[in-house]
């Protein structure tokens, strides 16, 4: 750290300071030559305009040191076209242009005015893919050198200078303090659960062989609740006794016969009135009980063939089927196709994901602020936008011997699945209402011989050192309870190197050479 200090300190010495001179071709007076130099600082969404000039009088040449940034990154524009327009009541009266910049970033653009007068200035810029327009306001064309007042002596915080060259040739970057809802938390590690009722073990209700015919889902894939995963081929009550099943098939089928025959014989008799409809019906009842004896004998035999013949061929009458009892994702799975099962066994982990529980687990020391607990939200490394909690489901009452810490279990919905069962996350639990807060980048704060400070941009080259005070923090941005107002530009990349300008006695002089 100390090397990389002294090096940024070299660099901000060797870096080419830049002096004031007028150009040659438009001498001056020495009374000209005293005259105060203006500035302007002015910002839109796409550039940084600094503008540097002497008080403009009529007739007299002045020369324009105009400075553009551009806000995408921050360097300097490299090939543009820069006009300065001279306006009165809306109507354009002069306009001063230069094609292209003196040096990268700086445009020197004279400016000689005809008249006196009140003027509305403007400072637009044209390259490629970059057109803007800078509004300046109003301006003083003087007459004579000798009615243009002194400069104004102004009370003003002590200033860092740091020049625009610096500023391009590092990495460096601003940003608006802005108003922004805050509410105070605390961090926690966490971890995502099944939710109550959304964790199952799916087994087989019977003993027997798992069908070859069905394809067994794999871990990972989604099923809908009564979704088929798998068919049971029931073990035979005499696996190896083959001609007692087809004796059995046998004698059903005579027996059959014979009903069959003796029905047809008693709806003969009943016809000529010899019986009553008594014995018809008591046929009918005889066949269709031996019709059902055929089919089951059948039946079993098949059973048997398939659990011999290890499913190759299986009837679907045969088969018990395993159906999901809850929609979610195969967690684990048990089975083999074509392999024996007990009753009971384990054959897939269901877990549910639509809805899951994450458990947010706090510090001992953090536990008292449990009580002002009124909302959460979850952070996922990789991922920047948050995810939103839903109600508190539980708050333990044992702390984790070991870990030292208390569960606190929020009920998430899922229906993107960003979370995984048994993922880590980190869970940041709000302590307090929203509060509208003064907010900046984490980056923009600088620990000065342990005090946070901040470097706010009062102009193109010029920054102050604010103490602050430091209040919530979320989501990258920090609150700053004193020291800063909304709309004061802060430095958020580079503000170190400012630290070091300020330190250093051998930063370059303020000024430009064009």
């Known amino acids: 750290m100390k090397a990389k200090t002294i090096l940024l300190l070299g660099i901000l010495i060797l870096l080419p300071g830049c002096r004031r001179e007028q150009p040659a071709a438009h001498a001056q007076d020495t009374k000209s030559e005293e005259l105060a130099t203006l500035s302007v600082t002015n910002w839109t969404d796409k550039t940084e305009l600094f503008m540097e ?53 700086i445009f020197a653009v004279d400016v000689q005015p005809k008249q ?80 109550s009722g959304g964790e199952v073990d799916v087994a087989p209700p019977i003993a027997g062989r798992l069908s070859m015919s069905v394809q067994l889902p794999v871990i990972g894939t989604a099923v809908a609740q009564g979704q088929e995963l798998a068919s049971i081929i029931p073990l035979t009550p005499a696996p190896g006794d083959r001609p007692s099943l087809e004796l059995a098939i046998s004698e059903a089928r005579t027996a059959l016969d014979l009903a069959r025959r003796d029905l047809a014989r008693a709806e003969r008799l009943l016809a000529v009135g010899a019986i009553p409809a008594k014995r018809v019906d008591e046929a009918r009842a005889a066949e269709s009980t031996l019709v059902a004896r055929l089919a089951s004998a059948e039946r079993r035999l098949q059973q048997f063939e398939a659990s011999r013949l290890s499913d190759r061929t299986s009837g679907g009458d045969s088969l018990f089927t395993v159906r999901a009892p809850i929609a979610g994702v195969v967690a684990e799975v048990s089975a083999t196709p074509g ?84 993922q880590a996350v980190f869970v940041r639990l709000f302590l307090t209402g929203r509060v509208d807060a003064v907010t900046v980048p984490e980056s923009a704060v600088v620990d000065d011989g342990g005090r946070p400070v901040l470097f ?27 020291g800063l107002r909304p709309g004061e530009r802060v430095v958020t990349k580079g503000a170190y190197l400012i630290r070091l300008a300020a330190l250093s006695s051998q930063i370059p002089a303020h000024g430009h050479v064009h």
Not at 66 to 74: A, I, K, Y
Not at 128 to 151: A, M
Not at 357 to 378: C, D, M, S
């Open 53 to 105: 000039y002497q008080p403009l009088v009529a007739g007299a040449k002045r020369r324009f040191a105009v400075h553009f940034t551009d806000l995408s990154d921050f360097k300097p524009l490299t090939k543009a076209t820069v006009t300065i327009a001279l306006k009165r009541a809306g109507a354009l009266v002069e306009s001063f242009s230069t094609p292209g910049p003196s040096r990268p970033g």
């Open 456 to 482: 706010v941009q009062k102009d193109g080259e010029a920054f102050v050192r604010r103490p602050v005070k430091l209040g919530i923090r979320e989501r990258g941005v920090v609150q700053i309870a004193e």
């Open 116 to 195: 006196p007068g009140k003027y509305s200035m403007s400072v637009s810029v044209n390259a490629r893919s970059l057109h803007d327009t800078h509004e300046i306001g109003e301006v003083v064309v003087y007459s004579s050198e000798k009615e243009i007042p002194p400069p104004a002596q102004e009370l003003a915080e002590e200033q860092i200078a740091f020049l625009k060259e610096q500023q391009w040739s590092l990495e460096f970057a601003t940003e608006l303090a802005r108003k922004r809802s805050m509410r105070e938390g605390i961090v926690v590690p966490g971890d995502v659960r099944p939710r």
């Open 339 to 422: 392999s024996n099962v007990n009753q009971g066994d384990r054959l897939f982990r269901i877990v549910a994901v639509d809805r899951v529980y994450v458990a947010a687990n706090v510090p001992e020391a953090e536990i008292p602020r449990l009580a002002h607990l009124n909302g959460a939200e979850i952070e996922i490394l990789g991922i920047p936008e948050r995810l939103s909690v839903g109600r508190v489901v539980a708050k333990a009452s044992v702390i984790d011997p070991k870990a030292r810490t208390l569960s606190v279990v929020f009920e998430v919905a899922n229906p993107a699945r960003t979370l995984a069962i048994g």
